[in-house]
């Protein structure tokens, strides 16, 4: 990860992206597509388990902050409730 901030503030982070895969894997995945189907080889979404982070939601009329922990309940399945909008 070429992110000063990345590798200043989410050192687990950095340390799993610069492990994951090959160079392809490296700069064409991204760790939002491997949240959205909760991948479960997905090396990067340990790190952002044990940060305590979080995923926003956006649709067109709302926005929410979901922890990262109720968002993904299991390999391959996240929360249905959470991709609803928000009132």
């Given amino acids: 990860i070429d992110s000063p901030l990345v590798r200043r503030w989410c050192v687990p982070l950095a ?7 090959g160079p392809q894997v490296q700069n064409q995945g991204t760790i939002g597509g491997a949240l959205a189907v909760a ?7 340990p ?5 305590d982070s979080a995923v926003e939601l956006r649709s ?3 926005a929410r902050v979901v922890p990262y922990r109720e968002f993904i309940t ?3 399945i996240t929360e249905p409730t959470h991709l609803a909008d928000a009132p």
């Fill in 39 to 45: 991948s479960p080889t997905a090396d990067a979404l």
């Fill in 47 to 51: 790190a952002l388990a044990v940060l």
């Fill in 15 to 21: 340390e799993s992206a610069a492990q994951t895969g």
């Fill in 74 to 76: 299991g390999p391959g």
């Fill in 60 to 62: 067109e009329s709302a």
